[in-house]
């Protein structure tokens, strides 16, 4: 394995599990520092459990058991003064965030006569807002030591749409738009801000039971494998019904790599061909 980010640190918020897991492991699989960062706690306005303790411990053990040094905070991204803090720790303790990976995120669906204020705000503010504090805890000491690679999670559904996917559709959405702001303002100090499109990944977000019911309402116990046709056929072109997370990941490292350097602004699709579907 490549040691190309020996000497950096990097943050990945949503860590826990999935594809901010994935992230983290594949920065310290490649030599650098790792600030991990999730809430480790369910949202009553979600119907799938998020992240835990537990989980967040075990991605650190992965971490460490590479050889690399590791903050890990316990942290909600739409809370400000939570990620200012987590930031202040990783800055003491390893020196520097060189590179922040703004991957926390929750899904939810309801079509707009259900949709409840309490949906709005927990995905505008997991997503959105979210996103909004993670860069704005880590851009001043990327501005100070005029170095930065930041890369940011939308979705497929970030260039798109889908019918009863309001709250989540909108959040991805202002996430392209933070991120493409974000490169004009920061392009000047040598950061970079990207963003990655993500289509359906194998991960708990889209394998759990409420998903599975609302695709085959006509099942008593559906699993993954009675909806991953459906899926399949939906919004990807490629006949696969997810990608693994290490798919993304590998764009993550491409977007923070030394050779990424005038990259800026952009959105990168890993959505097995899901974007083609696009005006541009
Ligand atoms: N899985 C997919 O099909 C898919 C597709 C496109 C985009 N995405 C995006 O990818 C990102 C990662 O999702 P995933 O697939 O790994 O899902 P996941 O549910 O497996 O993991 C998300 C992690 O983020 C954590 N989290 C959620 N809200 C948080 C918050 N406010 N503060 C801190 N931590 C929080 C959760 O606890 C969980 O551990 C999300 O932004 C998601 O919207 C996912």
């Given at each position: 394995?490549s040691?190309?980010?020996q000497?950096?640190v990097?943050?990945?918020?949503g860590?826990a599990?999935?594809?901010?897991r994935a992230?983290?492991v594949?920065?310290?699989?490649r030599?650098?520092?790792i600030v991990l960062?999730?809430?480790?706690?369910?949202?009553a306005?979600?119907d799938?459990?998020?992240?835990?303790?537990s989980?967040?411990?075990?991605?650190?053990e992965l971490v460490?058991?590479?050889g690399?040094?590791c903050?890990s905070?316990?942290?909600?991204t739409?809370?400000r003064?939570?990620?200012?803090?987590l930031?202040?720790?990783?800055?003491?303790?390893l020196?520097?965030?060189?590179?922040?990976?703004?991957?926390?995120g929750?899904?939810?669906v309801?079509?707009i006569?259900?949709?409840?204020?309490?949906?709005?705000?927990?995905?505008i503010?997991?997503?959105?807002?979210?996103?909004?504090?993670?860069?704005?805890?880590?851009?001043?000491?990327?501005?100070?030591?005029?170095?930065?690679?930041?890369?940011?999670?939308?979705s497929?559904?970030g260039?798109?749409?889908?019918?009863a996917?309001?709250?989540?559709v909108?959040?991805?959405?202002?996430?392209?738009?933070?991120?493409k702001?974000?490169?004009?303002?920061?392009?000047?100090?040598?950061?970079?801000?990207?963003?990655?499109?993500?289509?359906?990944?194998?991960?708990?977000?889209?394998?759990?039971?409420?998903?599975?019911r609302r695709?085959?309402p006509d099942l008593?116990d559906?699993?993954?494998?009675?909806?991953?046709?459906?899926?399949?056929?939906?919004t990807?072109?490629?006949?696969?019904?997810?990608?693994d997370p290490e798919e993304v990941?590998?764009?993550?490292?491409?977007l923070?790599a030394?050779?990424?350097?005038?990259?800026?602004?952009?959105?990168?699709?890993?959505?097995?061909g899901a974007?083609?579907?696009?005006?541009?």
């Amino acid at each position: 394995m490549s040691q190309d980010f020996q000497g950096r640190v990097a943050l990945v918020t949503g860590a826990a599990r999935g594809q901010g897991r994935a992230h983290a492991v594949a920065f310290a699989e490649r030599g650098a520092d790792i600030v991990l960062c999730d809430r480790c706690e369910d949202s009553a306005a979600l119907d799938y459990s998020l992240g835990t303790r537990s989980e967040l411990a075990h991605t650190e053990e992965l971490v460490t058991a590479l050889g690399r040094r590791c903050v890990s905070g316990q942290a909600d991204t739409s809370d400000r003064a939570a990620m200012d803090e987590l930031v202040r720790r990783a800055e003491n303790e390893l020196g520097s965030v060189d590179i922040a990976v703004a991957n926390a995120g929750v899904t939810g669906v309801s079509p707009i006569g259900e949709h409840t204020s309490e949906l709005w705000h927990e995905v505008i503010g997991s997503n959105l807002t979210g996103v909004f504090n993670t860069l704005a805890a880590v851009t001043p000491g990327m501005i100070a030591r005029k170095y930065g690679r930041i890369i940011t999670t939308s979705s497929m559904m970030g260039r798109g749409a889908s019918p009863a996917m309001a709250a989540y559709v909108a959040s991805k959405w202002g996430v392209i738009g933070l991120t493409k702001s974000l490169a004009m303002e920061l392009a000047a100090h040598h950061i970079t801000v990207n963003s990655v499109a993500p289509g359906n990944i194998a991960t708990p977000m889209v394998q759990n039971d409420a998903m599975y019911r609302r695709f085959r309402p006509d099942l008593t116990d559906p699993t993954w494998e009675d909806i991953a046709p459906t899926l399949a056929g939906l919004t990807h072109l490629q006949p696969v019904a997810a990608l693994d997370p290490e798919e993304v990941s590998r764009v993550v490292l491409f977007l923070a790599a030394e050779a990424s350097a005038h990259l800026t602004g952009m959105v990168f699709p890993i959505d097995a061909g899901a974007g083609a579907k696009n005006n541009a």
